[in-house]
């Protein structure tokens, strides 16, 4: 029983650790700044960027 609870309290702080780590990093690269922009993005009015293009087979070979 007791190995049991260990074991639960190191997951507990594992996750606890890693939501902080997660919050900690998304402030210091700016994820918080602007939380509006999102929303208005979806609205612009701009072609998307197209797909880049497959580059020809070229290479010998003969595969079906």
Do not use: H
């Not at 994820?31 to 580059?55: C, G, H, S, T």
Request: aromatic share 14%; net charge negative; no cysteine.
């Amino acid at each position: 029983m007791a190995l049991g609870l260990w074991v639960f309290v190191g997951w507990m702080i594992f996750v606890v650790g890693t939501g902080l780590g997660l919050l900690i990093w998304g402030w210091r690269t700016g994820q918080f700044k602007n939380i509006e922009e999102a929303k208005y993005r979806m609205l612009e009015d701009r072609e998307p960027a197209p797909w880049p293009e497959k580059p020809e087979n070229t290479g010998g070979g003969d595969r079906a």
